[in-house]
């Protein structure tokens, strides 16, 4: 079966413009998460979803992210007034449940450059 | 807290020798440990995980890892190396009841011909 997809694969924006990223998850599963993978600082969470339930933005790094799953499925990650700190490989991942033994499966991921 | 520390950032091994790949981890309950790849300009992909069961866990592509509580250690291993096992790879850790993984800073692997 398809795997979770992401677009676009690549983005290249000028600093202080909004992008939007998208996350397709695996049909079926509930729990959809966002990492951020960067020069520096490895790969950091930003951002789940189960089903219904409010998100835990724990991980966001600052009140220009922000992300949305509408209908339990698609997930849109937005960041305002882009910096070039925001520079990174952003991947998608979801999984079945939110039970601890379950594998998280990642997209290729979207790579934003901010000039 | 959970957290994991990879040990090597760079580990070069010739083609057909074994593979040692370091991997302690930290974590305040039951921990579930997993081991992802990522080849040049691919997505994660997973090679195999620990989630309680048996300590000796084996992934595909002939790799496997041993879940060692004493030491808190789950390192990676296999037996003989292939080109295609270049790549980077990532020990992860997440704890019961905590839904983030937390990664360790990878081991990129280089296999020498």
């Known amino acids: 079966g398809a795997g979770v997809s992401q677009s676009p694969s690549n983005k290249v924006t000028e600093k202080g413009k909004d992008v939007e990223l998208r996350c397709d998850p695996i049909s079926g599963h509930t729990a959809l998460y966002w990492y951020r993978q960067s020069l520096g600082q490895g790969l950091e969470f930003l951002i789940y979803?189960?089903?219904?339930?409010?998100?835990?933005k724990s991980g966001l790094p600052s009140d220009r992210f922000s992300a949305e799953r509408t209908g339990g499925s698609v997930s849109t990650l937005t960041i305002q007034r882009t910096q070039q700190e925001d520079s990174a490989v952003y991947l998608c991942?979801?999984?079945?449940?939110?039970?601890?033994?379950?594998?998280?499966?990642f997209g290729p991921g979207t790579r934003l450059t901010v000039l | 807290a959970q957290s994991v520390t990879q040990l090597d950032s760079h580990v070069s091994v010739s083609e057909g020798t074994p593979v040692l790949l370091r991997c302690n981890y930290s974590s305040s309950y039951s921990p579930s440990l997993f081991w992802y790849v990522q080849h040049p300009n691919k997505g994660l992909q997973l090679l195999l995980k620990?989630?309680?069961?048996?300590?000796l866990v084996k992934g595909i592509n002939g790799f496997e890892a041993e879940f060692k509580k004493s030491e808190t250690s789950f390192h990676l291993t296999k037996p003989s190396a292939h080109m295609s096992d270049a790549a980077e790879y990532f020990c992860v850790v997440k704890d019961f009841g905590n839904e983030k993984l937390t990664f360790g800073t990878g081991t990129r692997l280089t296999i020498i011909p």
């Open positions: 620990y989630t309680s069961a048996a300590t």
């Open positions: 979803f189960q089903g219904n339930s409010a998100p835990d």
């Open positions: 991942a979801s999984s079945p449940s939110l039970l601890s033994t379950d594998t998280q499966y």
